[in-house]
């Protein structure tokens, strides 16, 4: 008999010095709950860390979009300052047979007549400037030269041809899309 009451005894005292039981007892979580309550918080902060990535990234977005929005004013000012204009192959009826290579062209004549189109082709071949005809589906033959897929060179080129006497005022620049 003294023997189960001994154990009955430390059976008791271990249950009651169990910190989950002694908690539950004074109405306070149990490591369980406090396990599941620090997961939680750490998911919150995971979260609101990516928020903050996130809401950065697209403040960088926006920022991109600002200096590439002003860099395109930029250069249609340039564009209109140097007199030049930017058509799209599809406004004069589309290209009929010519596959560009390149983004954009300077067109430094149109023609009807294929005849005049070689001799534009010839000059700007003979003056150093890779040059190309270019057929359009309404009959016209353009001359384009400095084939470029950046706007800004193609900007440089526009200006030099001008003081060189190779491209007219009215000449303009083609964008392949």
Known sequence: MKRSVI??????ALLLNSC?????LAGRPTSEQLEEKRVA???????????????????VRRRMEDSLAALETHLLDSLSQTKGTLLNPSKLGGLYTTKLEARYYIVVGAFRTRS???RKLT???EA?????????????????VCPSDSLNDTLKKLRELRGNGICPEDGWILVNE
């Open 7 to 12: 154990l009955s005894l430390a059976l008791a």
């Open 20 to 24: 989950d039981f002694l908690r539950s």
């Open 41 to 59: 918080i750490e998911r919150v902060q995971e979260e609101e860390r990516l928020r903050a990535r996130l809401d950065s990234l697209e403040k």
């Open 116 to 118: 005049y189109a070689e």
């Open 123 to 125: 000059k700007c071949n």
């Open 128 to 144: 150093g400037y890779t040059a190309t005809i270019i057929s359009f589906r309404n009959g016209l033959l353009a001359v384009g």
